[in-house]
């Protein structure tokens, strides 16, 4: 089956304590949707500027990424930069215009309204909700979100919230959310708002699920060299969604294992700048890396 990603297809600008690197690709749908694509085939939604290089719609070609959804409009694309402390879990924002994005209101091709696995990958919540009224047989509805739209679409955010299936996040904005800093009483307090399984996601800490079968504490893949990890939860919350749309069975069955291929994605993610590394991965590294995570937490 495919999965349908919505998302910001963006250039991004990266400053790391050793490196610096402007106007990569980036944007939650990107890193979403080559992170879906090693496992199902993947419908794009997105809008992006007239600057937007042409070899980057390549490089979705070359993953097959339907690009029907993708629409160019007059103006800039979506730019977001950002730097990187030397503890690399910690980030800030240096930048975010939103160009095209800002008056984005897509009408979606008849072939993506019937498709059952939804991502709602990080955007104003307003776009989610729109682009969900369009879906006639959704199976799984997923969607990220991020501080910003925390701050200034809260009302949006939390009318998604009930439409939900399941809800990703990272811990911070667990926090700002819910007010608490306990992780499990804030999934409870999450579950309250609508979705059914909420993932709350710890960067290099790995992620912790509750979903309908209980808590499942998913484990980062150790790296010792983290080069950056931009996007590693957009391609973490891909990487799950393209293994459940693959994969026979209840979602709730599969999901642990989703999460876990989940998480191999976004470590090649935070291997290379922007998508570098995660262009270059093969399935059997995936597989590889799947492996070595199941020795590491069996006891
Ligand atoms: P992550 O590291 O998983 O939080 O994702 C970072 C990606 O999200 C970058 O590629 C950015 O282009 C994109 N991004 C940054 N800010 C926003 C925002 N406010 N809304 C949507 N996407 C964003």
């Given at each position: 089956m495919s999965v349908l990603v919505v998302g910001t297809t963006a250039l991004d600008s990266i400053k790391t304590p050793t490196a610096e690197n402007p106007r990569l690709l980036g944007g939650s749908a990107s890193h979403a949707a080559v992170a879906a694509s090693f496992f199902a085939p993947v419908k794009l939604v997105g809008g992006v500027g007239e600057d937007f290089p042409p070899k980057y719609l390549a490089l979705y070609r070359r993953h097959h990424i339907?690009?029907?959804g993708l629409q160019t409009m007059p103006g800039k694309t979506f730019h977001w930069s950002g730097e990187y402390e030397s503890n690399m879990n910690n980030r800030r924002t240096l930048a975010t215009e939103l160009g095209v994005i800002e008056t984005f209101s897509p009408t979606l091709p008849k072939a993506y309204q019937s498709v059952p696995f939804v991502l709602l990958g990080n955007i104003a919540p307003a776009l989610q909700n729109h682009v969900l009224n369009q879906?006639?047989?959704?199976r799984f509805v997923v969607a990220d979100s991020m501080d910003l739209w925390l701050n200034i679409a809260l009302p949006d955010l939390l009318k998604l919230l009930k439409r939900l299936d399941g809800f990703v996040l990272n811990d911070s904005e667990a926090h700002q959310l819910t007010?608490?800093?306990n992780v499990f009483s804030a999934l409870k307090k999450i579950h309250a708002l609508g979705p059914k399984y909420v993932i709350i996601k710890k960067g290099s800490h790995g992620s912790i699920l509750s979903g309908p079968k209980g808590f499942f504490i998913c484990p980062a893949f150790p790296l010792s060299k983290v080069v950056d990890p931009t996007g590693a939860g957009d391609s973490f919350v891909g990487g799950m969604m393209g293994y459940l749309a693959a994969a026979k069975g209840p979602v709730d069955v599969n999901i642990r294992r989703a999460m876990v291929y989940g998480s191999v994605v976004a470590s090649f993610c935070c291997e290379?700048?922007?998508l570098n590394r995660t262009t270059k991965t093969r399935h059997g590294d995936i597989k590889k890396r799947v492996k070595e995570l199941e020795k590491l937490t069996r006891f």
């Open positions: 339907d690009l029907a879906m006639t047989r959704t007010k608490t800093d290379g700048f922007g």
